[in-house]
């Protein structure tokens, strides 16, 4: 096995613009990488968790599984409960934009259930924000948009069986 370089500790915040410049770029694995060299020297770096989360989510058109369930094992290590409800909210809300994009039935019941999950943690993240950050409501926006713009996209039995056998709600 190939030995890792350590980053030092002042190098932390270039790093982090490094990560979400390639985020932007659309090359989640390289924001990862990144991510997961900060955590080495600093374990707790909210920053690096939540780039770290936003990657995972990047990958789930290409690769749902195991993304999310990364994405999720980073949400636990989140120490804010705004931020830990407005990234679940994220989390769902992009799940759910990779089921849109697969398209049929069963995809489409998915997407809704998805967004509809989405939207009660952006609520949730509503209720614990500081004032003037309203970000979760904007996210509520742009899901109930979707949700009223797509008309493919109804609730249904399969998606409600699925989320149960999913693990995750």
């Not at 990047?58 to 195991?66: H, T, V």
């Not at 409800?85 to 995809?107: P, V």
């Not at 609520?123 to 009223?148: F, H, K, M, V």
């Not at 493919?152 to 399969?158: P, Q, R, V």
Request: net charge negative; hydrophobic share 35%; charged share 30%.
């Amino acid at each position: 096995m190939i030995k890792l370089k350590a980053l030092s500790k002042a190098s932390i915040p270039s790093a982090l613009q490094k990560a979400e410049r390639y985020r932007l770029l659309n090359e989640p694995y390289e924001a990862e990488s990144i991510c997961l060299d900060i955590l080495q020297v600093d374990p707790e770096n909210q920053d690096a968790l939540i780039m770290l989360l936003l990657a995972n989510t990047d990958k789930f058109k290409s690769e749902l599984y195991p993304a999310f369930d990364r994405a999720v094992e980073v949400l636990e290590r989140l120490s804010d409960l705004h931020c830990k409800n407005y990234y679940r909210g994220i989390i769902k809300e992009r799940r759910a934009k990779a089921h849109m994009e697969k398209g049929g039935h069963s995809a489409y019941e998915m997407a809704h259930d998805w967004y509809t999950k989405a939207m009660a943690d952006y609520e949730e993240a509503l209720r614990t924000c500081s004032p003037g950050n309203e970000d979760a409501a904007l996210r509520w926006n742009a899901c109930a948009r979707i949700l009223n713009d797509n008309p493919n996209l109804k609730a249904g039995e399969i998606s409600r069986e699925a989320h149960v056998t999913d693990g995750y709600e």
